[in-house]
């Protein structure tokens, strides 16, 4: 999981194969998943690879990283990428919204006028970085509109389109 990059773990891995006998033979046991993993990268688990020939030491087993899908990050290099949507009068006006990090939230300044497809950038709340610091979170802005509104509400928005000289085909 991303928590685990962030954050180490000690997973428990089990793995099936065949005895000298024949048969099959289960064999559960721990790794250390270090903070800081990669997709795609190789973990090597010492000692638990095949036996040897002859009756030798077992060589090492190696473990490819797959990290797991998560249900509000995206994952691009060093950097965790979020939807962030955002009501109409948000992108216009500008606001404060708390965004999720993966360590809790914060809050995020959206200038007045942003656009749907901008980029924001939260410094420092990607995925670690080996050699210290880390990635950023980048906020891919999109503007929702509601799909019901009230008499009331559209009374309002009526009102801004005749008094709006705003073009956006022009």
């Excluded at 490819?64 to 949507?85: I, K, M, S, T, Y």
């Excluded at 009501?87 to 809050?107: C, F, I, S, Y």
């Amino acid at each position: 999981s991303l928590e685990e990059v962030v954050n180490g773990s000690v997973r428990e891995v089990s793995m099936t194969r065949q005895n000298r006998q024949g048969g099959e033979q289960r064999e559960t046991f721990k790794v250390r998943i270090p903070a800081g993993v990669r997709e795609g990268q190789r973990l090597r688990v010492p000692g638990k690879g095949d036996p040897g020939m002859g009756g030798g030491t077992a060589g090492d087993l190696f473990l490819n990283v797959r990290v797991a899908p998560h249900p509000l990050f995206r994952v691009q290099g060093q950097d965790l990428v979020h939807d962030l949507e955002l009501a109409p009068w948000e992108a216009v006006l500008g606001a404060k919204v708390q965004v999720p990090t993966l360590d809790g939230r914060v809050n995020v300044r959206v200038p007045a006028g942003t656009q749907a497809g901008t980029q924001l950038r939260v410094r420092g709340r990607g995925l670690p970085i080996r050699d210290g610091g880390g990635g950023d979170l980048l906020l891919h802005v999109s503007i929702e509109v509601p799909a019901e509104v009230s008499d009331a509400e559209r009374k309002l928005w009526q009102e801004l389109a005749e008094k709006s000289s705003f073009a956006p085909r022009e």
